[in-house]
């Protein structure tokens, strides 16, 4: 299985357990701490590092997100 056939089948889990979460059969706390939350959340972690790397303009947008999401935590 190649690495965006393995990213789909993450994406179609995590579906699961949103799905789960829509119906109240799981919290809010039990997704977030979830393998699949995590495994997706490293998966995309290494796509940013890789675009950054690759391009200049995307190392500017996603310091320019990462200044948002400290903003927004600081409000």
Do not use: H, P
Not at 2 to 16: H, K, N, T
Not at 50 to 63: G, I
Request: charged share 30%.
């Amino acid at each position: 299985m190649d690495e965006s056939e393995d990213f789909v089948a993450m994406i179609e889990e995590y579906e699961g357990t949103f799905n789960k979460l829509l119906n109240s059969e799981v919290t809010l706390d039990t997704v977030l701490a979830s393998e699949i939350v995590n495994r997706i959340s490293e998966q995309l972690g290494k796509r940013k590092m890789e675009l950054c790397a690759r391009s200049k303009t995307s190392k500017l947008w996603l310091n320019y997100q990462n200044m948002l999401k400290v903003a927004r935590s600081l409000v």
